[in-house]
């Protein structure tokens, strides 16, 4: 492809994401804008994107991702924690586990409570609507059938899942059948963003349909290097592809969708952020913003796992090669089967202690072998459980580490930073193992190696949480939208002191939502498509819902 290097367009999206690619679709659906949309990564082309089981090859392929990690943790036993991120068309919608959960509509309030004005959750739920086709919850008014984006209720499961189903109930746990309804708490099955036995990510839903549009220009394959700054204004980016510079010009507006890594990273690169590292790094300020990068955060976790030589579990063996096989032929011939599905099919959102006003932890199922650090495929059998704490304390931040844009940044998560949210993973894992050892799993003669049933006092709990702890892949907040002075974007998402610039994606949420991020991102530019455009928002829509 030949980009001249007076090429302009009224809006440039930096980064193919899930955000970039609803963005891509609703700037470019009035043919008199000119939009185009530049990706770092190439098209998703690989045939296993499409296959959503295939989650097992794609999340740590390096060809379809960043190959980020963390800075040692110094919480955790100053290990580096692999972070697994899209760097392909449709971004980490591309290569993720699928998951379509809002998050807690409590947490949007919280939103319009601390500043956001406009984001509380009746403000938000059409935009929820907007994206959304589901017709497992036809004729609920929290869900919507005709939206681009495809949700579904998985129709079959592990039997494993059942177990663990039946265990919640036999606890007296509370159950949940919609998870994206008025309350998320409970346990149960996930929906899931899949089409027709095939992933639905954000270039399926949206870009795609948008292709053909001679407004809508998509380049692959290009790293922003640095974003244009002329009197105050954004006025294009600086990018490399096949390994030459180029320029692009923005007649209106240029939006960052990067992700909580990406957005930061092009700010800072472009001299936006705290003034005092960007001199120590020899990098112009344009703009003192010291809050780019900053309040970084994730939902880390520690995994409980169990081995069996009951062949139930998802898991690659000579024994279970023949089911694999006659799996892989149903999925072939009929889109069906375990391969139609995302593995991880059930969790549960629960409460670690009383005095909580909503569910501070994310108990997933595993019906698979998985070490604690995430391997790309469960060899043998066996089966676990997650403990996810969905309302982390510990702050971290990201800084760069050179001047050079194709060198990753530092990113510390600061997991564990507060002792709180250790006592939280270890609580929620107690949970688990109350649930391995419930009877509803005694037909698996499973014996748990992960941590070991050695490890019973608190401090061995602690310990083994420090070794193991990784995250669930939900960054946010590194671009927070507030009103406070480390707030980057306003309400309305637009860069503080630098014009025509906002950044959409994960990076402005004010605080982690209480769960998987990708619906929230989804929403995030829906709404940023209104802002950007001018056009009125839809009204709110009052509904019951948990506080």
Not at 7 to 19: F, M, N, R, S, V
Request: hydrophobic content about 40%; aromatic content about 6%; overall charge neutral.
């Amino acid at each position: 492809m030949s980009i001249q290097a007076n090429e302009k367009h009224d809006y440039l999206i930096l980064g193919g994401g899930t955000a970039g690619c609803v963005l891509a679709n609703r700037l470019s659906e009035d043919p008199r804008n000119s939009v185009c949309l530049i990706e770092a990564g190439p098209p998703d082309s690989n045939p296993l994107i499409r296959v959503p089981a295939g989650v097992a090859f794609t999340i740590l392929n390096p060809k379809l991702g960043w190959g980020l990690k963390t800075v040692p943790q110094k919480h955790c036993k100053n290990r580096e924690i692999m972070i697994p991120r899209g760097r392909v068309l449709g971004g980490s919608s591309s290569i993720n586990g699928m998951v379509y959960f809002r998050g807690h509509p409590g947490d949007f309030d919280d939103w319009a409570a601390a500043g956001a004005a406009g984001w509380s959750y009746a403000e938000v739920l059409p935009y929820f609507l907007r994206s959304e086709n589901n017709e497992s919850y036809a004729g609920s008014p929290y869900h919507n059938i005709g939206g681009p984006m495809n949700v579904t209720t998985l129709k079959s499961f592990n039997p494993l899942v059942l177990s663990f189903l039946e265990a919640a109930q036999s606890l007296q746990l509370r159950m949940q059948d919609d998870f994206n309804g008025p309350d998320p708490e409970g346990f149960g099955t996930r929906q899931a963003a899949i089409r027709e036995g095939r992933r639905e990510s954000g270039t399926t839903a949206f870009l795609n349909p948008a292709r053909s549009r001679p407004n809508l220009r998509v380049i692959t394959n290009a790293l922003v290097k640095k974003i244009l700054i002329e009197n105050g204004r954004a006025s294009g980016v600086i990018f490399e592809t096949d390994g030459v510079d180029r320029t692009i010009s923005a007649g209106r507006e240029i939006i960052l969708s990067g992700g909580a890594y990406g957005s930061p990273s092009m700010l800072l690169h472009s001299g936006i952020g705290p003034a005092d590292e960007l001199r120590a790094l020899g990098i112009a300020v344009h703009h003192d913003l010291p809050g780019v990068g900053k309040g970084l955060r994730d939902h880390p976790s520690a995994a409980l796992q169990m081995r069996t030589n009951d062949i139930s579990s998802y898991g690659i063996s000579w024994r279970k090669a023949l089911p694999n096989a006659i799996d892989g032929l149903r999925y072939l011939l009929f889109r069906s089967g375990p391969l139609a599905g995302n593995m991880f099919e059930a969790h549960g959102f629960w409460r670690s202690g009383p005095g909580l006003s909503r569910p501070d932890m994310q108990i997933i199922m595993m019906p698979a072998h998985r070490n604690a650090e995430p391997k790309a495929l469960p060899r043998g059998h066996g089966y676990g459980i997650i403990s996810a704490l969905v309302k982390p304390k510990s702050l971290g931040e990201l800084t760069l580490a050179s001047t050079d844009p194709r060198e990753r940044p530092l990113i510390d998560l600061n997991f564990l930073g507060e002792e709180e949210d250790l006592i939280k993973i270890r609580t929620g894992l107690k949970l688990g193992r109350r649930l391995l050892a419930n009877q509803a799993f005694d037909r698996y003669h499973g014996h748990e190696i992960l941590p070991g049933k050695d490890v019973q006092s608190d401090d061995e709990w602690d310990d083994y949480i420090r070794r193991t702890c990784t995250m669930v892949h939900h960054p946010a907040s590194s671009c927070r939208m507030g009103i406070d002075p480390l707030a980057v974007v306003d309400r309305d998402l637009k860069v503080r002191g630098v014009d025509g610039l906002r950044v959409v994606d994960a990076s402005v949420f004010p605080t982690l939502i209480a769960g998987n991020t990708n619906a929230g991102v989804v929403m995030v530019a829906e709404k940023a498509s209104d802002l950007i455009l001018g056009r009125a928002a839809p009204a709110a829509i009052e509904l019951p819902h948990a506080a």
